[in-house]
């Protein structure tokens, strides 16, 4: 390295350096297009004209199968606003997010702490906690659904020898009921997730701080309340923000153990607008209901530059 | 006076444990559920008279068999392989000289351009499935994996190129200075000097961007109907559920063997996983 050094000052002072660093700058503008051009116009084909044409499919009558299809103006909306299903599916896209992200964060920050220190096999440990964040969804589900099931629940069975309930319960057959059991499982799969980057933001807290804190005659409490969370405060809001965005627009895990059922209780946008766009092949009045997303998303986003931004 | 000594010894020695065994039963009894329903015989499996933690009849593997000869399941897996590797490929591709451009270069709208890599990053499958899948359409890939290998890249490219770009800043600049001097073009020294210090980010983002792909659920589902094109996540939970028939066994030894290949990178990379996980969601 040292010698590296020595070599290029020893250059430098015998070939005008000025020249070839511009011979590396001139060009840039031109040569840099030519590195960016295939991941932009990728990006741009297949995220920015999608998102456009679904613009468009909303305003118009496309279906499923039908080649033809015009402009209709905001009919699709009307219906939509109409449509009690569609408010009950806003309600659970929240119910469903907030839910979930609240509870992950209360068991997370519990085993974020308890992962915070040096202990025989912790990174056993930690692989083991990831394992539900890496397995594909769609491939647990079925071991939820399954433990949820009407009759071999074997959940139940737990709790009705521990005396806890006393009748078989529907996991996912019975409206609230269901939603829980479709929040349990997003919680299951997504507090490692929680617990990682809460991690990642406790271990960034200087030890020095919280001895001095303790010194100072600070307890546990005061001290994560006053020495802890202001540290950890903008990697935990970035961090919530990603697991929200993710919760929000989810659609497998729901897909998976409900469909939506029973009586809509469980659909989210996503799933409601696979019913509608695919199962029941309205593609203008699904694209519309996709579209409720984006306020939302252009919202934590704003958020989320501002604030990164201000740090 | 001794009783607090084995306390504080007990404290020492499994203080750390304790609060993470419940987190560990949660996190692993799926899957201990998964292995003994996969292989239970279906009067032992329908039985709840007694505990149903363990088998009371010998364990039977008519559930793997109906896996692996009444349905599409290795081709599924195989399929799923294939749109992975190819995935990983196309995406490593096309983020490397995007991260490195929008990392080193300095071009009018490199600040808006990184900007709007961060944000197509944020914009998810639910939002494009329906419009992506009259484009695939109208591209001819109608029932194709080859419809998945053009269109999961949009999910890939964004987060491994935020990614690499983390690490191509990790570089110091001297080195690419003095390769400079020497007379190395820009992707010369992109090759010999950028490309074998960033491996491990490479790895990473390519364990990621498989890992995301063979995750995927809702394009397969949207874009492939014929059994024989199926994904593994789409394939195992579509074919063993039969009307109102579930063939819970082979659901459940599908899901595991499923998991596998994930598995199987994951427990070789998990430094790489974890250090991707917060470095994506924190730069």
Known sequence: MANGREFVDGAAVQTAPVVIQGSWSQREAVQSFLWIAPAFLYLAFFIAYPFFMSMYLSVSNARVGSPEHHFVGLINYQRLFADPVFWQTVRNSFVFTFGSEAIRLIIGLPLAFALNRAFKGKRVVQGIILIPFVIPIALSSLAWKWMFDSLYSVINWMLMRAHLIEYPWQWLGEPGLAMWSVIIMNVWRGFPFSAVILLAALTAVPQEIIEAAKIDGAGPLRRFHYVVVPIIRPILFVGLLYSIVFSFTDFSSVWLLTQGGPYNTTHVFGTYAYNIGINAGDIGMGAAITLFIFPFLAAIVIVMLRFLRKE | ?283
């Open chain 2, 1 to 283: 006076m001794s009783a607090g000594q084995s306390w504080r010894r007990i404290k020492r020695d499994y203080g750390p444990y304790l609060p993470l065994s419940p987190y560990l039963f949660v996190v692993l009894f799926p899957f201990y559920w998964m292995v003994i329903t996969a292989f239970k015989r279906d009067n032992d499996l329908y039985n709840l008279t007694t505990a149903p933690f363990w088998f009371k009849e010998p364990p039977t593997l008519s559930h793997l068999k109906l896996l692996l000869y009444d349905t599409l399941f290795l081709k599924w897996l195989q399929n799923s392989m294939v749109i992975g590797v190819l995935v990983v490929f196309v995406t490593l591709a096309l983020a490397l000289p995007a991260a490195y451009a929008l990392a080193r270069m300095k071009f009018p709208g490199a600040q808006p351009l990184s900007t709007a890599m961060f944000l197509s990053y944020l914009i998810p499958p639910t939002l494009l499935f329906l419009p992506l899948s009259q484009l695939v359409r109208g591209l001819g890939f109608t029932d194709s994996i080859w419809a998945l290998v053009l269109v999961y890249p949009s999910f890939t490219l964004p987060f491994c190129t935020w990614l690499l770009m983390g690490f191509v800043r990790t570089v110091p600049k001297e080195i690419e200075e003095s390769a400079q001097i020497d007379g190395c073009t820009r992707f010369q020294a992109f090759r010999m000097i950028i490309i074998p210090v960033i491996i491990p980010g490479i790895i990473t983002a390519g364990i990621f961007a498989f890992t995301l792909t063979y995750q995927e659920y809702i394009y397969a589902l949207t874009f492939i109907s014929a059994s024989a094109n199926k994904t593994i996540s789409y394939g195992v939970t579509s074919d063993l559920i039969r009307g109102d028939v579930f063939y819970w066994g082979s659901l459940m030894s599908g899901a595991l063997i499923g998991a596998i290949p994930v598995a199987v990178i994951y427990a070789f990379s998990l430094d790489h996983f974890i250090h991707g996980l917060t470095a994506g969601a924190l730069k």
